[in-house]
């Protein structure tokens, strides 16, 4: 019997179906394995890269993964290395890879206005950027990139000090679709720069905002309204001018917010927090409140019987609370879904209150009871505190914090 050559009975489409139904990236290596020609379409249809290379390697890379939408060139901050990637490689990413959705720079420290240029001018597809901490970046080069990726829903910005309201403005004007916007740390951006960014982009449901300095209520307002039906994340740790009258905006209109971060707002009281878990009482997943230090036992007592889905709630150093929190919840006829629970430097709370928490919720995975002088280990082990197998106490600091509050 004659013996049958795969590659002469198979098409490259079916072999590239076959590739399809290979779920694992180290399966997909190994049919690029078996010869060129299945090198050849492994390659083409490669989506996903992770890499660190100089222009020269990147051509070539451009010439192998000509399909590929998603490229990953970011540095750790504890082992990115100076230039790395620079304004000639982001010139060969623009050229080389047109089909390219999402990039991925974060903390590149070499890129400047001029590679943001070429980004702009030669991938008009991109629809995810991350550029956080690359810290030579300017209002003239991200605008490059709003012009020219009008398509972007995704853009982070973290720690990029020398970013104004003008990127704002050239958001607002060219990327209507825009969904996600991270601005962490970026201190010259304003109320004003707010507002011209949702006259023209209505559909943001994630905006990080925490420690800008200069954003108050009339900013976040602003914001509250006009993507009411969208937001679902807001982050405005730190931000010291924001107060009541945003939390009130917010629960006013946006009823689906799932994630709140207002750590460090210091203004903030009882009352708006009341009717912002009122209006968001089926939504709110996600909150923290660290360092609010005019919160006290009936909001959050409030929250914790109001809000039913809630999954994780931070009240760090609000030195007033008590073990009067937990005492309504033994009215609740459900179970509590709280994952994640931050009491940290609240000296008043003991372990009668969580003992009170315990009685109510079964899901909790994270406590943290640091600086707390009536809940240590011992004292808990002497009243038999039973915590949930999967749960996991922070005495002392030893243990790594969940980042769903960060």
């Not at 398509?151 to 050239?170: I, Q, W």
């Not at 925490?210 to 969208?230: I, L, P, Q, R, Y």
Request: net charge neutral; charged share 25%.
């Amino acid at each position: 019997m004659a013996s049958i050559c795969i590659n002469e009975k198979l098409t490259d489409d079916e072999l590239r179906s076959i590739l399809s139904k290979l779920e694992n990236d180290k399966d997909k290596e190994i049919f690029g394995l078996v010869c060129k020609r299945w090198l050849g379409l492994q390659s083409n249809e490669r989506k996903r890269l992770a890499a660190r290379a100089g222009p020269h390697m990147l051509q070539k890379m451009a010439a192998r993964f000509s399909r590929l939408i998603d490229l990953d060139l970011s540095q750790s901050v504890s082992r990115s290395f100076y230039p790395g990637v620079t304004d000639s490689d982001l010139a060969v990413i623009a050229d080389g890879f047109r089909c390219l959705k999402v990039l991925n720079l974060q903390n590149c420290k070499g890129i400047s206005d001029k590679g943001m240029s070429s980004i702009g001018g030669g991938l008009s597809s991109l629809q995810s950027l991350n550029v956080s901490y690359c810290r030579k970046l300017t209002d003239k080069g991200l605008s490059a990139v709003a012009e020219g990726s009008q398509g972007l829903r995704s853009l982070h910005l973290d720690g990029c000090k020398f970013v104004t309201d003008e990127v704002l403005k050239a958001l607002s004007k060219n990327c209507p679709n825009l969904e996600e916007l991270g601005l962490q740390g970026c201190t010259s951006i304003t109320d004003c720069g707010l507002a011209d960014l949702v006259s023209g982009c209505r559909q943001i449901h994630f905006l990080d905002i925490n420690k800008c300095s200069n954003v108050g209520d009339s900013g976040v307002s602003t914001v509250s309204e006009a993507c009411s039906s969208f937001l679902r994340t807001l982050k405005l740790m730190d931000c010291f001018r924001v107060g009541n009258k945003s939390i009130l905006s917010l629960a006013r209109f946006c009823k689906n917010l799932e994630t709140l971060i207002i750590g460090g707002c210091r203004d903030i009281s009882d009352e708006s927090i009341k009717s912002l878990a009122t209006s968001c009482q089926s939504s709110l997943k996600n909150l923290r409140m660290d360092w609010c230090l005019n919160i006290s036992n009936s909001s959050i007592s409030f929250i914790l019987t109001k809000c039913r889905n809630l999954e994780a709630l931070d009240i760090g150093c609000c030195g007033e609370v008590t073990d009067a929190v937990f005492h309504g919840l033994g009215a609740m006829e459900t179970e509590m879904r709280l994952k994640v629970l931050k009491i940290s430097n609240c000296p008043k709370i003991t372990v009668t209150g969580i003992g009170m928490l315990l009685d109510k919720c079964n899901s909790l995975e994270y406590l943290d009871v640091r600086s707390c002088p009536h809940m240590t280990k011992s004292g808990c082990d002497e009243v038999g505190l039973q915590f949930p197998d999967c749960c996991k106490v922070n005495f002392n600091g030893s243990l790594n914090e969940p980042d769903v509050l960060l």
